[in-house]
């Protein structure tokens, strides 16, 4: 079954990512939680690329368990608490998820989360 990507040239595609990801119905499609910089010793990363970092590992060790890679993700979810970490942010994001076609992609600038010195929080959907 073939994901199709749709990125129509009329509308205005400003980064690393895709306008629409189809799923073709009878997929096997993966709904990731939220992850954060917190390693296996359920540690918090200091700093926003180590927690990044930190957290597309966790989304890899979640996507190994299911037999899929980071090239099955269809959809990524971004919640950061500055817009100042945008660029790490996508420099982290960049070593992952590296060639197209890219995931569609959505990046909110949010007030906080669960824990206060949690600075990202990465949802991901893969699909095979």
């Known amino acids: ?17 895709s306008l629409g990801a189809e799923v073709p119905q009878g997929a096997r499609v993966l709904f990731m939680s939220g992850q954060v910089g917190v390693d296996s010793r359920g540690k918090l990363q200091a700093g926003i690329e180590k927690q990044c970092t ?3 590992k966790n989304i890899g060790q979640v996507l190994r368990a299911a037999g899929m890679g980071f ?7 971004v919640f950061l608490t500055d817009s100042r970490f945008i660029e790490p942010y996508r420099a982290t994001r960049a070593a992952f998820v590296s060639a197209e076609p890219y995931p ?3 990046l909110l600038i949010v007030q906080g989360l669960a824990d206060p010195g949690m600075l990202v929080e990465i949802e991901a959907v ?3």
């Open 71 to 77: 090239r099955d993700i269809v959809k990524v979810n």
């Open 104 to 106: 569609a992609s959505t």
């Open 126 to 128: 893969a699909a095979t």
């Open 1 to 17: 079954m073939a994901i199709t990507y749709h990125n129509p040239k009329s509308v205005s595609l400003a980064g690393k990512y």
């Open 54 to 56: 930190q957290a597309w």
